[in-house]
């Protein structure tokens, strides 16, 4: 594959000729443009080298912005998620901005996020995705839920809006790219897919030396996606299911889970939630005597966020201690960007989430990059460009399947696991990673 040319943590930025400078970006104060010509330091590909370029550009004030869509949760009950997704994602944006603004074709443009409510229904997601087809966004980045982007993508898909999917998991949304690619050739992923997230239980249950377990989810279409991969993978290796239960979205009680837990016993529990119905689950799991000695995991979910888990541990001590979850990366270096990145972040947020603030930041910078290299808005001309991608980012080496998916393979983009202990996080697995063997609970 082509590299394409990267710039996603460091440059440095030489202005030549600067007539003003309006909000970090730089801008000529007249109507007239003036000529800029632009250094930036840009890594390439996964091993760290590093090259210059050079470009003279055209900076004017009446320069169109450029607008890119964003879809993620400001209502229901993974706005924690969505505002980690917008963090990210933002941090792209700022520093794009402050290095000079999104440069290609002979002018430099800011860049803004057009912000929009993924919610926890469908209608509110076909609600916001037509908002952004009137606001002419060049591209969609987000969507945190499956049924969400099989919900709007047939008006996307006709107005050939490019989606870089960073949390929606269904592998069918990403195999209709094999199927009808004239269709669907705008659709691709930059976070992991339900097989992926299904891969890190079935690790978890084989570093644990499972014999059996049982795995309880949200009844959304993704989780079951999930389950039915996790049951794939466990039945090759003749680790038993002992059942899969899906539980009412709004579900508050799960008595009758533990219970079921209880007298199974099986050798691991395995989890898949998005927001608080996974924090009432896991509080009444750990909160009775004989389940909370049962390990636990969770495929992806909100577990990653360090405030999530100090706030589960203060309103019930233990909660959240020794529950681990497979994740899109965490502050680990999945590439030369990785601990960079966290660092920046860290000093704004207090806590780094690969998973969702660097996979998102990932995914501005991808679709910042694919029009820089094609000089172009065109969605075509952005599609090719896209499916050559070989990035260094934040959440590893991005490289695109011919499905579009980002490739889910040691070298590129791996999900370790991690693990919570009295409100410390340590990762587990894989042994390259890993900072400490698992500890089962007490």
């Known amino acids: 594959m082509k590299s394409a040319v990267s710039n996603i943590v460091t440059a440095a930025i030489v202005i ?15 109507g007239q443009a003036q000529t800029v010509t632009i250094r930036s330091t840009i890594t ?15 900076a004017a004030s009446q320069a169109a912005e450029i607008k890119i869509g964003f ?18 994602a933002q941090y792209a944006v700022d520093q794009i901005n402050n290095g000079g ?50 919900a709007t993508q047939t008006a996307l898909m006709s107005h050939k809006v490019p989606i870089l999917m960073t949390s929606a998991s269904a592998v069918q949304l990403t195999n209709q790219v094999l199927t009808n690619y004239s269709q669907f050739k705008y659709m691709f992923r930059v976070g992991s ?22 795995a309880i989810a949200e009844d959304f279409q993704y989780a079951h996606y999930e389950m039915g991969f996790l049951g794939n993978f466990t039945k090759s290796a003749n680790i038993q299911s002992l059942g899969v239960d899906f539980t009412p979205f709004s579900a508050t009680d799960y008595s009758s889970e533990i219970l079921k837990i209880v007298n199974l016993h099986p050798s ?37 966020s360090k405030s999530t888990i100090d706030t589960l541990n203060s309103a019930q001590p233990g909660s959240a201690d020794y529950i681990v979850d497979g994740t899109l990366g965490w502050n680990i270096p999945l590439t030369k960007l ?58 590893g080496r991005l490289v695109f399947t011919a499905a579009h998916q980002v490739l889910l393979a040691p070298g590129f983009t791996q999900l370790p696991l991690i693990e919570w202990i009295k409100g410390s996080v340590y990762v587990i697995y894989p042994p390259n990673f890993a900072q400490q063997a698992y500890v089962r609970p007490p």
């Open 16 to 30: 030549v000729v600067l007539v003003g400078s309006v909000a970090g970006t730089y801008y000529a104060t007249s």
């Open 44 to 58: 390439q590909g996964g091993g760290g080298a590093t090259s210059t370029v050079t470009n003279t550009v055209t």
């Open 71 to 88: 879809i993620t949760s400001l209502t229901g009950v993974a706005t924690d998620v969505g505002k980690q997704m917008i963090q990210g």
């Open 101 to 150: 603004g999104l440069c290609y074709a002979g002018s430099c443009h800011k860049v803004s996020l057009d912000i929009v409510d993924n919610g926890d229904t469908t209608d509110i997601a076909v609600v916001s995705a037509n908002k952004l087809l009137q606001d002419q966004v060049v591209g969609v980045i987000g969507f945190l839920y499956t049924g969400s982007v099989f």
């Open 193 to 214: 897919n339900d097989s992926g997230l299904a891969y890190t239980g079935f690790s978890f249950l084989q570093l644990i030396n499972a014999k059996s377990f049982y």
């Open 268 to 304: 691991a529990v395995v989890g898949s939630f998005s927001g608080d119905n996974g924090f009432a689950f896991l509080k009444q799991y750990k909160a009775d005597p004989v389940a909370s000695h049962i390990p636990i995991m969770f495929l992806g979910g909100p577990w990653g």
């Open 338 to 395: 990785t601990s960079p990145f966290c660092q920046a972040i860290e000093k704004t947020f207090s806590f780094c989430n690969i998973g969702t603030q660097g996979v998102n930041y990932d995914a501005v910078q991808v679709l910042t990059n694919a029009i820089r290299t094609a000089g172009t808005t065109d969605p075509d001309a952005l599609v090719k460009v896209l499916e050559q991608t070989d990035l260094a980012g934040a959440s």
